[in-house]
């Protein structure tokens, strides 16, 4: 009886040089692919909190038009208070990453009280990453923006030589100027958003 031969296929797998080529990609696709990973999501969530404030200032100027009443929109550290039965409060200073609240003020003097029958519009929360959002004039400071039953702010300072505008920036963490973005205030009630969509984001402070 002949013996019997077992054929055994030849093993295959990769030699020295060809996993030194892999990893040579993947060191180049982590080298330019994480940053610009990065980027994208830094100005995709940047362009959100720019965009929500600017379609809630517009909110305050359309409610103080369409209700013919002052209405005030102000960086609040507690836009969302609990328990139930706290109201939220402005904090009077210039930055707004923390919240904002946006109400009818009735008084018109910015602050939001129900017993004089104010009436909060929306609030909302701070930020939850490590994007700033501060007034950046060095005359005009804008601690709240209220808009009159025309729709327009008045004048953000009482001296002539000051700006008739107001500004909000955003930053990021490492306050790179080609994310920047900033939504401007005339005091007749204009809101420009200048960003790098549309290529005006030098036009920010």
Same mark, same amino acid.
């Given at each position: %009886?002949?013996? %019997? ?9 990769? /030699?020295?040089?060809? !996993? ?14 994480? @940053? ?9 969530? %940047? ?5 929500? !404030? ?12 369409? $209700?013919? !009443? +002052?209405?005030?929109?102000? @960086?609040?550290?507690?836009? /969302?208070?609990? @328990? ?25 003097? $910015?602050?939001?009280? +129900? ?14 990453? +490590?994007?700033?959002?501060?007034? &950046?004039? &060095?005359?005009?400071?804008? $601690?709240?923006? #209220?808009?009159?039953? %025309? ?6 300072? &009482?001296? @002539? ?7 909000? +920036? ?21 809101? #420009? ?6 290529? /005006?984001?030098? $036009?920010?402070?």
């Amino acid at each position: %009886m002949k013996p %019997m031969h077992v054929h055994r296929r030849q093993t295959k797998g990769f /030699t020295v040089v060809e !996993l030194v080529v892999v990893i040579a990609i993947i060191a180049i696709i982590t080298v330019f692919g994480i @940053p610009s990973y990065k980027s994208v999501i830094t100005q995709n969530r %940047m362009a959100g909190e720019i965009n929500d !404030l600017a379609t809630d200032v517009e909110l305050a100027r359309s409610a103080a038009v369409k $209700q013919g !009443l +002052t209405v005030t929109i102000c @960086p609040s550290t507690d836009p /969302t208070v609990s @328990p139930s039965g706290t109201t939220p409060s402005c904090t009077a200073n210039t930055e707004w990453n923390t919240g904002w609240i946006v109400f009818t003020d009735v008084s018109g003097n $910015q602050t939001f009280n +129900t017993n004089t029958g104010d009436v909060l519009l929306h609030a909302h929360g701070p930020f939850t990453g +490590t994007d700033t959002l501060v007034s &950046t004039s &060095t005359k005009v400071t804008l $601690q709240f923006v #209220t808009f009159n039953r %025309m729709g327009g702010t008045g004048s953000f300072s &009482t001296s @002539p030589t000051d700006a008739n505008t107001g500004t909000l +920036t955003l930053h990021d963490a490492t306050n790179n100027v080609n994310w920047r973005r900033c939504v401007q205030l005339s005091e007749a009630g204009t809101i #420009t958003v200048n960003s790098p969509q549309n290529s /005006t984001q030098s $036009q920010c402070p």
